[in-house]
């Protein structure tokens, strides 16, 4: 195995190109947004103009892409993949997808003669070049022994769990896992705090308990101190893997409604607009709400309308400090009583002081509706 294509160069796409070339693999690429292959490129990659001229005579090709729509404008589109790759080239999708259609996609590889994989990413960027990276995949053995060593060029451990669609099913089900935990987690701080309890002792207690898996640890030193640096994970990536569990479960017959309380907080948040919101921020924000308004449960809806809409126009501009202050100071203007235009006054002096023009911030037609406190 020589030549290797990689079409979708985003934050995970990336990393997994460039541990490619470093491994000694002649590299193509492809990503559907221009100006992201030029790092690549200065380091021996070929940039392709389409999917199918990045795959044509490559041994292998592996696709990072966002969902089923991308996943299949790229292999079936105009100058899509699928039709240029070669007999006995082995397609490795490492996208996470439905399983519906990542069995499609197999059947069609197969039409092509072609070898097929499904390689769930288990870990965020860092994953890969830290070297920590996991992969759920699904293949025939001997697929799997055949491409192994090019999925070893970016990942730690190989976890074989049976035929193509194995992999994806796994992939879905842990990231249900990661979901679940979270939304907990946000719940558990929220009623510590309520509780009057030392909370510097509660995240030793979390950091060493039985409850600290990786979910766990990732996002709580974070959710603590309000800092959400790295970016990790957009909300609507969450939302789009837990819409496809809940298919999947629904196609096997299977009731999850733990997993289902956790989804309805992401459509609900969804609903208000917070689709580019990061996760972190996402889960951040639903803990402030519960600690600081005095509400019995967490639920997305009881936050102020222009809270919503300034906290999501922020992250979704990557103004994720400014978005953290807007929280304190909306959240001290809701204590006082103050009125919505009140309470956007009070960002725009500090937008002002960090430079940011009022452009940078959401219309105030949004702030309509008062807070149940009042």
Sequence with gaps: MKTI??????????????????????????????????????????????????????????????????SKAIW???????????????????????LGWVKELSALAQERRCRFADAGLGGGPGSIPGGTMNLFVGAEQATFDAIKPLLASFSKRQFRFGLPGAGMAYKLINNMLIDVQVSALAEALAMMEKSGIDMA???????????????VTSNLKGMMAASYEPVSFQLRWMRKDA??????????GVKLP??????GLLE??????WSNVIVDLHAWCLYIACKELK????????????????????????HRSLAQQTVVLLKEGIRSKLKA???RRLLLEKAHELELSAVDLPDPVVLIREDRER
């Design 5 to 70: 294509a990689v079409l979708g160069l985003g934050n995970m796409g990336f990393n997994i190109a460039a541990n490619i070339l470093k491994a000694g693999y002649e590299l193509r690429v492809y990503n559907r947004s221009k100006g992201r292959d030029g790092e690549l490129v200065k380091q021996g990659a070929k940039n392709a103009a389409s999917p199918a001229d990045a795959v044509r005579g490559a041994d292998a090709v592996v696709s990072v892409v966002g969902d089923d729509e991308a």
């Design 76 to 98: 079936l589109g105009e100058q899509g993949a699928l039709a240029a790759t070669s007999p006995g080239c082995c397609i490795i999708e490492c996208s996470t997808l439905s």
């Design 201 to 215: 002792e509660a995240e030793k207690a979390m950091m060493n308990g039985s409850f600290s898996s990786p979910a």
């Design 243 to 252: 819409d496809y569990m809940h298919r999947f479960a629904e196609e096997r």
């Design 258 to 263: 733990v997993a289902a309380a956790a989804r």
């Design 268 to 273: 609900e948040a969804a609903a208000k607009g």
């Design 295 to 318: 509400m019995p449960t967490l639920q997305v809806r009881e936050l102020p309308e222009d809270v919503y809409n300034q906290l999501s126009y922020l992250a979704e501009k990557e």
């Design 341 to 343: 235009k009140e309470r």
